[in-house]
């Protein structure tokens, strides 16, 4: 039994002082408000959000893909390119010392899971390892390693676009067909079974540029995980979709499938009105990126309609250019200000622009990774975030004022001091357990992999 004591901690019913926590087994067993202290102490608990989308090897090549080519208007696409091209140098070792860190690095932002969106699988050609699923093995055995609960969501990507173009280059180590995938999430789920309770997995259609109709249908009924997939996220890729599938994709997924709470749609940040409050009433999960999205040039996810029609959001730092929970809420609802010259875009009576963004995300994360958490209520895994506010950023602040000074202000710069993974004590005193060990590892892999992509 574990015994947390927080002189303020955010209840599902609002701001609570002087409360006892009790964990047993991995999840909360009892909260008691207005208690005496007792246990370990903390200023501030939060309950610890999900990460709801990560392509982990992609933290290799942050900084190394912002200098501009030889084409005049850098996109997207040119960067996608570079990514393929990347990908041909990665072996299963490089890959589970880039999680290591990019889980580690998740856990000290405050994150207590991940959903992995998981689409590199083979050999470089495309070439099967002699398990099928060796990639997700290293997804499995990095998220053991640093102790950060894990959905895995193995994808599948079948072609290079809607006209069933053949997979090229880097392309080819995602490929399978409907047979082949199904043999892969077998053997996924093989592997998690490793791993601890809380460890679960689900299955992620990539796009519907890389899967068909037909087989976007045939995975559909794999197990009754959590069902992720990209969505709207380019207007190349909205105008291709609407070529060959003669409609916009959202307006195509949801004529097409019935779309509800266990879909988490990635991105969506070109959506027409109609769409945004389409998608919201599905009770489907967006799953949004802002700091990705902001650097890829995505486009700006609306927000405040979505949030005004009862959409349901989490937060994910996809490629992991830059792992900061803080940060992403604050990207977030900075786009909906610059986009319509607005203030606390976000807020509403009663509640912060920053418990809004805090409290969408534990709830939607949770959601979109079928995991019980985001609330501090008994039940619940036990993935909690204990903070200092004794600092110049928080001042000590209370209730809402301190949500959005660790928002807006610090963006949680010196404030996280511990996190709580299903009970596994995972960041004490602000660094992970292992901190050392695995940053030792990724550098030696960095210096094996080169900077020239």
């Known amino acids: 039994m574990q015994t947390l004591h927080a002189r303020q901690a955010l209840m599902p019913d609002g701001w ?65 390119h570079l990514m393929y091209r990347f990908l041909d140098r990665l072996t299963p070792d490089h890959v589970e010392a880039i999680a290591a860190l990019v889980f580690m690095e998740m856990l000290e932002a405050g994150y207590a899971s991940v959903a992995e969106f998981h689409y590199l699988h083979h050999d470089v050609g495309g070439a099967a390892y002699a398990d099928p699923a060796e990639m997700a093995a290293r997804i499995v055995s990095a998220a053991q390693a640093t102790g950060i609960g894990l959905t895995l969501l193995p994808v599948l990507y079948t072609f290079g676009g809607c006209d069933r173009r053949p997979l090229q280059g880097g392309q080819q180590r995602f490929g399978n067909d409907v047979e082949e995938f199904v043999a892969l999430h077998e053997a996924s789920a093989a592997h998690l079974c490793r791993g601890p309770a809380d460890f679960a997995i689900g299955v992620a259609p990539h796009s519907l540029r890389a899967v068909d109709p037909t087989s976007l249908t045939d995975i559909l009924s794999l197990g009754d995980g959590p069902l992720h997939m990209h969505l709207a ?25 019935d779309v509800d709470e266990r879909w988490c749609l990635i991105h969506c940040t070109q959506m027409t009105q109609a769409e945004t409050a389409a998608l919201a009433k599905t009770g489907a999960v967006a799953g949004l990126c802002p700091i990705t ?161």
């Open 16 to 80: 609570a002082s002087d409360v006892a926590i009790e964990i047993k087994e991995g999840r909360i067993v009892s909260v008691e408000p207005g208690a005496a202290p007792r246990g370990m102490a903390v200023d501030l608990l939060l309950p610890a959000p999900v990460n709801l989308h990560s392509h982990a090897f992609q933290r290799a090549m942050a900084g190394l893909t912002e200098t501009r080519g030889p084409d005049p208007r850098d996109t997207f696409w040119t960067w996608r």
């Open 233 to 257: 996220e380019q207007v190349a890729e909205v105008e291709e979709i609407e070529a060959h599938l003669g409609r916009r994709p959202v307006e195509w997924l949801l004529d097409q499938h």
């Open 293 to 453: 999205e902001s650097n890829l040039g995505d486009g700006i996810f609306n927000g405040t309609a979505f949030a005004e029609a009862s959409g349901r959001f989490g937060i994910g730092s996809d490629s992991n250019v830059h792992i900061a929970l803080f940060e992403e809420l604050c990207t977030l609802d900075y786009s909906q200000r610059l986009r319509d010259r607005s203030r606390a875009a976000m807020a509403v009576p009663g509640r912060s622009a920053g418990r809004v963004l805090f409290e969408s995300a534990s709830k939607g994360g949770s959601q979109a990774a079928g995991r019980d958490c985001g609330r501090i209520a008994p039940g619940e895994w036990a993935d909690l975030i204990g903070l200092k506010t004794s600092n110049e950023w928080v001042c000590d602040r209370t209730g809402d004022a301190a949500l959005d000074s660790l928002i807006f202000g610090g963006r949680g710069r010196d404030c996280i001091r511990h996190v709580w993974s299903a009970g596994r004590h995972v960041v004490k005193d602000g660094h992970h357990h292992s901190k050392d060990t695995i940053v030792r590892r990724f550098r030696t892999v960095m210096a094996e992999l080169g900077q020239d992509i």
